[in-house]
Nanobody, 127 residues
Framework: QVQLVESGGGLVQAGGSLRLSCAVSGRTFSSYSMGWFRQAPGKERDFVAA????????TYADSVKGRFTISRDNAKNTLYLQMNSLNPEDTAVYYC????????????????????WGQGTQVTVSS
């Protein structure tokens, strides 16, 4: 069974930075693309960023492009999300997720493409 555990959330002032981590159990981490999603209170879960299994391909939501960076360390079975220039609209619970299929440089932005999810970590940005 694959388990994903996020960490690194917290309270930060607008303009600040945070780095989220997602530790993934199992031996297959390096074979799957990974993604980050977020959900604000009363809203749907939204795509944030995705990275291919190799790390060579990435994609971002327009709202975070240029501010957030997704990366991975396959030797450590860990996914990261570096978040800079945070603003109150970034306040949400952030989830990491693993794709259903092993497809090369696939970087999907739809939640239905992912079948393993972490429990989430809260990020709160104060103004």
């Amino acid at each position: 069974q694959v388990q994903l555990v996020e960490s690194g959330g917290g309270l930060v002032q607008a303009g600040g930075s945070l780095r989220l981590s997602c530790a993934v159990s199992g031996r297959t981490f390096s074979s799957y693309s990974m993604g980050w999603f977020r959900q604000a209170p009363g809203k749907e879960r939204d795509f944030v960023a995705a990275i291919s299994s190799s790390g060579r391909s990435t994609t971002y939501a327009d709202s975070v492009k240029g501010r957030f960076t997704i990366s991975r360390d396959n030797a450590k079975n860990t996914l990261y999300l570096q978040m800079n220039s945070l603003n109150p609209e970034d306040t949400a619970v952030y989830y990491c997720a693993r794709t259903r299929l092993q497809i090369g440089e696939w970087v999907p932005d739809g939640a239905s493409s992912y079948n393993y999810w972490g429990q989430g970590t809260q990020v709160t940005v104060s103004s």
